[in-house]
């Protein structure tokens, strides 16, 4: 069954301090993975995808299939990233393309 | 873009009364819908999963039900409630390659 794992509850990092959340997943296939954000009293949000191979706001997440990790970086935190972040996999969709999300991680970034 | 237009944003109900609530998606047709429940420390627990009118996959058992009338509407019903029921509900869609998009939430408590 698929599953996704963040081992993380929370996180407290220093302002400046690198910051890395967990993400593992169990999938056989190739789902799509995310990591969404919900910052305080707003929706949650897209904050990036794999296949995009991006960063956004100076975080990246890299796949790695060989370990099933989706694990989210930032060298540099800053007190605005403070919230709670998400990881998610999709199978496609012709293997079920349900999106499930992870427990979460709070990230609290400390002045 | 996508919007999810979730209500009401909280509710107080008596055990045993029923319930209803109700999200409507504008800015796209023919989206999955799902209903998640957001629990501290269990993340985002998924409920229902609809990909059509009429279509709906129950991932957990549980006093609850759904349904899809509309294209693009999404109702999480209850007939009598539980005190465990309590809780905040998440009304999300996505389409095929997209980005999840996701509705403020409710905040339910069973007294």
């Known amino acids: 069954a698929q599953r996704v794992t963040q081992p993380e509850k929370l996180l407290s990092v220093f302002k400046g301090a690198p910051v890395e959340l967990k993400c593992n997943y169990s999938y056989s296939g190739s789902p799509e993975l995310f990591w969404y954000v919900q910052y305080s009293r707003q929706r949650l949000q897209l904050l990036l995808r794999h296949i995009s191979r991006e960063s956004i706001k100076g975080f990246t997440a890299d796949l790695n299939k060989g370990e099933t990790s989706f694990h989210l970086k930032k060298p540099f935190a800053q007190e605005e990233d403070s919230a709670m972040y998400y990881c998610?996999?999709?199978?496609?969709?012709?293997?079920?393309?349900?999106?499930?999300f992870g427990q979460g991680t709070e990230l609290s970034v400390k002045p | 873009s996508q919007t999810i237009h979730q209500w009401p944003a909280t509710l107080v109900q008596p055990v045993g009364s029923p319930l209803s609530l109700e999200c409507t998606v504008e800015?796209?047709?023919?989206?999955?819908l799902y209903w998640y429940r957001q629990a501290a420390g269990r993340g985002l627990q998924l409920l229902f999963y609809?990909?059509?009118?009429?279509?709906i996959s129950s991932e957990v058992p549980q006093n609850l039900s759904a349904s899809r009338p509309q294209d693009r509407q999404f109702i999480l019903s209850s007939k009598k409630l539980l005190l465990s029921d309590s809780g905040f509900y998440l009304c999300?869609?996505?389409?095929?390659?997209?980005?999840?998009?996701f509705g403020q939430g409710t905040r339910l408590t069973v007294v």
């Open positions: 999300a869609g996505d389409r095929l390659s997209t980005e999840a998009f």
């Open positions: 998610a996999l999709k199978p496609p969709a012709n293997q079920g393309g349900k999106l499930i």
């Open positions: 609809s990909v059509g009118i009429g279509q």
């Open positions: 800015g796209t047709s023919n989206p999955n």
